[in-house]
């Protein structure tokens, strides 16, 4: 191998942590200097690809989103060419649980010609607390990263390798939360509101990885919102909220009944 590539979408940046950890851990494993970067959390950078080749390990990191990778990505992930590169998996995750997503993305890659050595779950703190998950991934789940990247470096000269992931191969649907009647939420109307204090700085704007909020006006919003949590946690003066009802008690619900600390997992 002579290249490790970092390839991710992470509006609030802890998909961003664990692979850039797992990326240097594995150069370092093999001796090699330079890392190679690739964000595609933001839309212009979803219009193309990355160059990938078979001497690449690319580590490649998504969040879950109700249990599967987020399906606005689908489509441009159903895009890529691996070329024979090596893969390493990634998902992050807000101490729910992570589903199906970690076997759907090894598919992906699968599908998309990557030879996959490695494959990993991690936990980050929730998009939509600042309590759950807090602070993660901590110094114990960075430690769990370096014996990650040792295992999955003596995986590279291995052949027709085949990483077990846990999860249902037909993929269940996307998690839907209840309310305490035990109906469906529905929380893809909300959108987030803006407070008088906004100094208008723009930076919500240029982080939505949806293209949603216009420069010009930022209270607005001009397409989907996906409720990342980038432009809230991202605002310097804290003027970006949610303020929907539904959006609020899920939220507390998840808060109060996901307290139990999760441990990643890895399939190596
Ligand atoms: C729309 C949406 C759905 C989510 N669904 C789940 C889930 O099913 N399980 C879970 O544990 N976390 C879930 N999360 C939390 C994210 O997986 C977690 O916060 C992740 O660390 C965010 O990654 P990022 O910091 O790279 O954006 C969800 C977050 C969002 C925005
Ligand atoms: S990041 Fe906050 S302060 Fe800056 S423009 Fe957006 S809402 Fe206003
Ligand atoms: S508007 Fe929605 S999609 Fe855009 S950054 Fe904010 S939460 Fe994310």
Do not use: W
């Not at 950890?21 to 990355?50: V, W």
């Not at 204090?197 to 010009?216: A, F, L, N, Q, Y």
Request: hydrophobic share 35%; net charge negative.
């Amino acid at each position: 191998m002579n290249r490790v590539k970092k390839f991710y979408f992470s509006p609030t940046g802890t998909t961003e942590k664990i692979v850039t950890k797992i990326a240097e851990k594995l150069a370092e494993g093999m001796d090699l200097e330079s890392i190679n970067n690739y964000d595609f959390t933001l839309p212009p950078k979803r219009k193309e690809y990355p160059d990938f080749c078979e001497n690449d390990i690319v580590v490649v990191g998504v969040p879950v989103y109700a249990g599967r990778v987020p399906n606005i990505l689908l489509d441009y992930l159903s895009g890529i060419n691996g070329k024979g590169a090596k893969a390493v998996a990634v998902v992050l995750y807000g101490n729910r649980d992570y589903d199906d997503a970690l076997l759907e993305l090894r598919d992906i890659l699968v599908s998309g010609s990557f030879d996959v050595i490695g494959a990993a779950a991690f936990i980050g703190e929730h998009s939509f607390s600042y309590k759950l998950a807090k602070d993660r991934p901590d110094k114990k789940d960075l430690e769990i990263v370096a014996d990650f990247a040792e295992k999955t470096v003596h995986n590279i000269g291995k052949k027709d390798l085949q990483i077990n992931v846990k999860g249902n191969p037909s993929y269940n649907k996307y998690y839907k939360p209840l309310d305490k009647d035990g109906n469906p939420v529905d929380i893809r109307r909300v959108t987030p509101k803006t407070k008088e204090t906004c100094t208008d700085c723009k930076i919500c704007s240029r982080v939505c990885p949806m293209g949603s909020i216009p420069e010009d006006n930022v209270k607005i919003l001009i397409g989907i919102c996906i409720k990342c949590g980038a432009c809230i946690k991202k605002c310097p003066v804290h003027a970006k909220y949610f303020d929907d009802e539904d959006y609020l008690k899920h939220k507390q619900e998840l808060e109060e009944e996901f307290q139990d600390t999760k441990e990643p997992e890895i399939f190596v």
